[in-house]
């Protein structure tokens, strides 16, 4: 056919919602202990010769991301405490930060936070404003760690509270410039330990109920490297279309490109003769490598899928069957659908059970799931990675397990198995769990309860804020 006889097809894509859920940009780069993945995120800070804040936290947006970031992926603030998460209370002001809110924490026994230090050419001073309840703690013991968090030396250890009054604000400011051994490394984890201290006009210490409030966590120092743009990595990065005959499957556009190089709008045009086409569209993000055949010449050879340890991929497709290319320029919405479901744990043990497990095995039982929207191709991926290891577990938060299950496009219902296997010191196996349950893609599976007990009252639930709830004990 003749090149004026082709027409121009638009594409409008959308789908790339971030999480159905919201989740901070901490979460999603550490769902499942997701580890940075060597991004430095400059938030809010332009390099320079002159002293500034490398980091800030003000809480006022709810949340535990700083306003302010040499790294903004790389730093985070953890913590051992009642709950899984903060709350958020009326705080203090800053400079140039408004009162709004501050972070606050029930029965909370340390907290750590971590500064990604690459490019860091000087440090100045580390300050913060904290409180506590009249039942609170009045004291802390400050340390460091340059390794990572497997060992600590204390940077000061006296830290008595002025003023004593409920909640009232206590304001510290120590100069960091004089520990050289900051400069040159990965990270700074900073943990606060929480202590009585004295009670002086306050009222007994209780730790099972005592709260703490901290506010314009700031550190200064010299920043003049050059950092890259935050990445969200719940987006996919990368998009491919297929673009398939009807009538007998064969391919006659492909194409594969960055999704930022799109028109604005999610627009792709594509020249196509009139006739009857099947086009297919994948967008995906991964730190592995995405299952997809080789030259592909037939529909009836595609699959698309992930390794099982990938699991932070993203991935989406849209197949539009039997799509009719006529006479006239045409503009189609395309909106995709995810690929797969977060699978997340939530153990209920006891703070001094769960922090004896160093180590937990997931290995799956279940088929490793592709899709094939046209049926099983005759040449498939063998897969023989069946576990992920997660040993990096310190802080209570690191023992929130969640990782993307990859699921494809099915038309009902799949099996999911996983065999948990939790080890202590020295490798010492103390428990196996088996958790199965039978779930579409797009949803939020959640298993929660004790790892190191007998099998007993395991909940089950789908998220609502995907698409479905189902709640058993088993």
């Not at 638009?10 to 993945?37: I, Q």
């Not at 929480?194 to 703490?212: I, N, Q, T």
Request: aromatic share 12%.
């Amino acid at each position: 056919m003749e090149k004026d006889d082709m027409r121009s097809v638009t594409f409008r894509l959308s789908g790339f919602e971030s999480e159905v859920t919201p989740l901070s940009r901490h979460d999603v780069n550490n769902l499942m202990g997701f580890k940075n993945a060597g991004i430095q995120a400059l938030h809010n800070l332009v390099p320079g010769p002159e002293p500034q804040y490398l980091y800030y936290w003000s809480f006022n947006d709810e949340n535990l991301e700083p306003d302010i970031a040499v790294d903004a992926e790389g730093a985070g603030i953890t913590f051992e405490a009642s709950a899984v998460g903060p709350k958020f209370f009326s705080g203090f002001s800053g400079d140039g930060y408004d009162a709004g809110q501050s972070m606050s924490l029930t029965a909370v026994k340390s907290l750590i936070i971590t500064l990604a230090m690459e490019g860091v050419e000087s440090l100045g001073n580390l300050a913060f404003d904290i409180s506590s309840s009249d039942t609170g703690p009045k004291d802390f013991l400050l340390s460091y760690s340059i390794d990572g968090g497997l060992s600590y030396e204390v940077l000061k250890e006296g830290n008595q509270f002025e003023n004593m009054g409920p909640q009232s604000r206590n304001s510290y400011d120590i100069d960091v410039s004089i520990y050289p051994q900051f400069i040159g490394v990965k990270t700074v984890r900073l943990k606060l330990d929480f202590l009585p201290g004295s009670r002086d006009g306050a009222g007994d210490y209780k730790e099972s109920s005592g709260a703490v409030r901290f506010d314009n966590i700031r550190l200064s120092g010299v920043y003049n490297g050059e950092g890259e743009e935050e990445t969200d990595l719940s987006m996919p990065s990368t998009l491919r279309y297929y673009v398939f005959s009807s009538s007998d499957g064969n391919v006659v556009a492909q194409e594969e490109l960055a999704l930022d190089k799109l028109a604005a709008g999610g627009l792709l045009k594509i020249k196509l003769s009139p006739g009857t086409y099947d086009v297919l569209f994948l967008a995906y993000r991964s730190n592995g490598s995405i299952l997809l055949p080789e030259d592909l010449t037939n529909a009836n050879e595609f699959y698309f899928g992930q390794d099982f340890n990938d699991y932070q991929a993203v991935t989406y497709a849209l197949l539009k069957q039997h799509f009719e290319v006529g006479a006239t320029d045409v503009t189609e919405p395309a909106v995709l659908t995810r690929c797969f479901s977060l699978v997340t744990f939530n153990f209920t043990d006891l703070w001094t059970d769960l922090a004896e497990v160093k180590k937990i095995d997931i290995t799956r039982q279940h088929d490793n799931y592709l899709y094939t929207p046209y049926g099983n191709p005759a040449e498939v991926p063998i897969v023989d990675l069946h576990t992920l290891t997660f040993d990096e577990l310190v802080a209570a938060e690191d023992y929130q397990l969640r990782f993307h299950q990859f699921l494809g496009i099915p038309d009902d219902l799949q099996y999911l198995s996983y065999e948990l296997t939790a080890y202590g010191m020295d490798g010492k196996k103390l428990n196996t769990v088996i958790l199965s349950e039978r779930i579409r893609n797009n949803v939020q599976l959640r298993f929660s309860g004790r790892l190191l007990a007998d099998l007993d009252r395991f909940s089950i639930g789908i998220d609502p804020d995907w698409d479905e709830t189902i709640e058993h004990d088993f």
